[in-house]
């Protein structure tokens, strides 16, 4: 797999000769993503000026912080334009820390619960049922 | 396997990873050695970061005390209107701008335009160094206001040491990378890439692959705020 010279699907417009190997992309690209990047930071500042609440919110600044890191990691980093065996071995690593991340999540909700319980009642949790015994 | 040019005709997809993982010379055919060297730091750094940003979210989700409301903490009153979140928005801003230079001077560099990748080079570095003072102005601000590693105000303590934990050591990140980035922007304007000129990062080839993989070092670091936005700061 050579280094890919143009951006796949994109016009090489106004190209000067490439001096030196290695990532050299039309400049438009950068410009386009840098735009996105703009549009997404807007949009999850929004999110928040917004106030919007609850499972909306989550998904919303997920999704946005997803879209930004992807755009960063493939186009910026150049990610998309590596050899396979490099994507393969910097991307599935950080996936398995996705699995530390659901791990970590139940445990502190079994934690929480735990405590809520035994230790701090939360203000509003509801009165304690009297012991049948 | 006598391939010294390391392309193999007619290798896509699995076929290529399993050439490349079972190479006699080198893992990752045709990719400068620093390129990797550079990105198996990055993932070692993912890592750290990714166990500052799970412990934050364990103790986060299992603290029984209120949680400081991160979006009127890090408000601003402007022309006396409170302002949610305004100062990391701007500083979001700041460091989006300053990756679209860095981007922008790893192509000049490649086109061997030295003075538009000088200067788009320290445009990067400033802008670093705008974050790293409003991020100067926000530690103060906040620990006038009485936030500790240990305590804060406005409920759960944790918040202290998970704010200055996460921020403290993004910071450094972007600090070291203003260094990086002057250090690179003189041996670019000095001609050391072009010349060949031995020396502390400069390499032998006269190429401008440091500046690439200084890039990629920068976008991290951009890319690991978009990660404290989300969950520290947007949460």
């Known amino acids: 797999m050579e280094h890919v010279e143009h951006a796949p699907g994109l016009a090489p417009a106004s190209e000067p000769e490439a001096h030196a190997k290695g990532q050299q992309h039309p400049l438009g690209i950068y410009f386009k993503i840098w735009g996105l990047l703009f549009v997404l930071s807007t949009a999850s500042y929004l999110v928040d000026y917004f106030h919007v609440q609850g499972m909306l919110r989550w998904t919303l600044i997920i999704v946005f912080m997803l879209l930004k890191a992807g755009l960063i990691v493939a186009v910026f980093m150049h990610m998309m334009w590596e050899r396979l065996a490099l994507m393969y071995a910097i991307i599935v690593p950080p996936l398995l820390l996705v699995t530390l991340v659901a791990i970590g999540a139940l445990e502190a909700d079994y934690t929480f619960l735990t405590r809520g319980a035994f230790f701090s009642p939360q203000e509003k949790a509801p009165p304690p049922v009297a012991a049948k015994h | ?235």
């Open chain 2, 1 to 235: 396997m006598a391939n010294h040019t390391g392309t193999l005709p007619g290798r896509e997809g699995w076929q290529s990873v399993v050439s490349d993982a079972a190479s006699d010379q080198r893992m990752f055919k045709d990719v400068p050695w620093g390129k990797p060297m550079m990105w198996i730091f990055l993932l070692s750094d993912t890592f750290i970061f990714g166990s500052f940003l799970i412990s934050y979210m364990t103790v986060r989700m299992s603290t029984t005390q209120p949680w400081p409301n991160p979006s009127e903490v890090f408000g601003l009153t402007v022309f006396g209107r409170e302002v949610p979140l305004l100062l990391i928005a701007i500083m979001t801003f700041v460091l989006i701008t300053s990756s679209g230079t860095m981007a922008l001077a790893v192509n000049f560099g490649y086109r061997k335009d030295r003075q538009k990748t000088f200067g788009l080079l320290l445009a990067t570095a400033a802008l670093g160094a705008t974050f790293v003072s409003m991020q100067a102005f926000e530690w103060t601000k906040l620990i006038l206001e009485g936030v500790r590693p240990w305590g804060n105000p406005w409920g759960a303590p944790q918040f202290g040491s998970a704010f200055f934990m996460i921020t403290g050591f993004h910071g450094t990140h972007v600090t070291i990378g203003v260094i990086f980035l002057c250090i690179v922007a003189t041996k670019v304007i000095r001609g050391d890439l072009d010349h060949e000129r031995p020396g502390f990062l400069t390499g032998r080839k006269g190429n401008y692959e440091i500046v690439e993989i200084l890039g990629l070092y920068w976008h991290f670091v951009d890319l690991v705020w978009v990660f404290i936005f989300a969950f520290f700061y947007l949460w």
